[in-house]
């Protein structure tokens, strides 16, 4: 079983949206969390980076984490076409010296 | 992108022939690492560097070695290419252990 599960969709919306992207992980010992949105035959961008519980917010995009459900989700409101991508889900704990990715889940936002 | 290059960023080889991918930063960052990117895999990290000359594996690294003499470069190298190491290959990089990665813009090689 993978540490960091995430639907790969494809997940398609209207413009104008509310989108929800999650991920669940197995390790308890995460505690630093992000998500990066990758446009096709690009590298991974960083959007949002959490440590511990609790939300964050930053423009349309809010990152929560449950840390007792193991659950991590990402927002986006007001959705737009150039929000089309795939959103990883990445990890971390400490003493770790690398990243557990999600394997991504692919948006697509309809004008 | 910014502060991360890779070179070359397409190549196209046959099976058996030794190929050394290049990841140069501008950022003086400490940490480098190589990650595999597969369809259904996400990305998988074949080897990490924690300072020069100091590296170790990550949990793809079979058939992949690194090198690296300067802060600035990191090398990948596939000694003898095989058709399962066809993928896009991403460096990243990041100042503090535990920290938010940055990519590079990705090698997309093909092995035939």
């Known amino acids: 079983q993978k540490e960091v599960e995430q639907d790969p969709g494809p997940l398609s919306v209207p413009e104008g949206a509310i989108v929800s992207l999650n991920c669940t992980y197995s390790n308890s010992a995460f505690q630093y969390f992000m998500w990066y949105r990758q446009y096709s035959r690009k590298g991974p961008e960083l959007l949002m980076y959490?440590?511990?519980?609790g939300n964050k917010e930053d423009g349309r995009f809010t990152a929560q984490v449950d840390k007792s459900s193991k659950y991590i989700s990402l927002f986006i409101r007001d959705s737009q076409p150039s929000d089309s991508a795939t959103y990883l889900c990445a990890m971390s704990a400490a003493g770790r010296r690398a990243l557990t990715f999600g394997s991504g889940t692919r948006l697509q936002v309809q004008p | 992108d910014a502060g991360i290059t890779q070179s070359p960023r397409h190549k196209v080889t046959e099976t058996g022939t030794p190929v050394t991918l290049r990841c140069h930063q501008t950022e003086n960052h400490r940490y480098m690492y190589w990650y595999r990117q597969d369809p259904g895999h996400g990305l998988r990290l074949i080897h990490y560097s924690y300072g020069v000359k100091d590296t170790d594996k990550g949990e793809v690294s079979d058939g992949y070695s690194v090198s690296r003499s300067k802060t600035e470069d990191f090398l990948l190298t596939l000694e003898s290419a095989t058709s399962s190491q066809t993928s896009v290959y991403f460096c990243?990089?990041?100042?503090?252990?535990?920290?938010?990665?940055?990519f590079g813009p990705g090698t997309r090689l093909t092995v035939l």
């Open positions: 990243a990089i990041s100042a503090k252990e535990v920290d938010t990665q940055y």
């Open positions: 959490t440590y511990s519980s």
